[in-house]
């Protein structure tokens, strides 16, 4: 799962692109099919996970569940020790965690 900006594209060359929502991308890992696309104008922890939630409600749980280190997902840094919500939550339901690990993007 991961969350990827949508934008307009700019009207002028020299204009900025625009943010205007967030996506919440569910894709299989063994097909790269994408499973579901959720779009909202405000994605915070609680919505994230909210529609995180409804998705496995609805297709079910996987053995894994694969996502970045998006503080929605993961927490602060500061609050290392203590498991985020979400964390705690896919644990209790037998799902495990996967969270990639940090990478710098001059090396992908």
Request: hydrophobic letters at 40%.
């Amino acid at each position: 799962m991961d969350l990827k900006d949508a934008s307009v594209p700019p009207s002028d060359a020299d204009e900025k692109r625009q943010h205007v929502v967030e996506v919440l991308n569910f894709v299989d890992a063994g097909t790269s099919i994408l499973l579901e696309a959720v779009m909202r104008d405000d994605f915070r922890a609680e919505t994230a996970f909210e529609a995180g939630g409804a998705f496995l409600q609805r297709d079910g749980c996987p053995r894994l569940l694969t996502f970045d280190r998006d503080p929605r997902w993961v927490g602060s840094a500061s609050t290392r020790d203590v498991p985020s919500p979400l964390w705690r939550f896919l644990q209790c339901v037998g799902i495990t965690p996967h969270v990639i690990p940090p990478q710098r993007p001059d090396q992908q």
